[in-house]
């Protein structure tokens, strides 16, 4: 019985890491940048948004924090300030939030298409 409990585990856990990927995926080709650069350490203002908006998509569609930061090598604090500056970005500036929700709506064909 426990066993079946861990392996369930692990098959949600790499279910969880492969959607992170195809977010990944999806968000790079919408931006025109690798998913190298939208992991990476660069801090360039243009990759902020895809990146920050990469880590909510995933943490929307139910991934853990710890996974998150660790396909984006960041620290899983970083992943709840990405998720929190998305939230209050989409909140202060309507622009911001009509892209997020075009991100939303545009993603689950996106990510079956690239899986």
């Not at 929307?60 to 899983?76: Q, Y």
């Not at 604090?77 to 892209?99: F, K």
Request: charge should be positive; hydrophobic fraction near 40%; aromatic fraction near 6%.
């Amino acid at each position: 019985m426990k066993v079946g409990i861990v392996n369930l585990g692990a098959n949600n856990h790499k279910a969880r890491l492969k959607r992170i990927a195809t977010i990944l995926k999806a968000i790079s080709h919408h931006y025109g940048y690798t998913v190298e650069d939208i992991i990476g350490t660069r801090r360039w203002a243009d990759l902020v948004w895809p990146r920050h908006a990469a880590m909510s998509l995933a943490r929307e569609e139910g991934c853990l924090l710890r996974e998150i930061a660790e396909v984006f090598n960041r620290e899983h604090q970083t992943v709840i300030n990405a998720c929190r500056s998305v939230r209050n970005l989409c909140e202060t500036e309507p622009q911001l939030a009509r892209e997020y929700e075009r991100l939303k709506d545009m993603a689950p064909v996106s990510w079956r298409q690239l899986e």
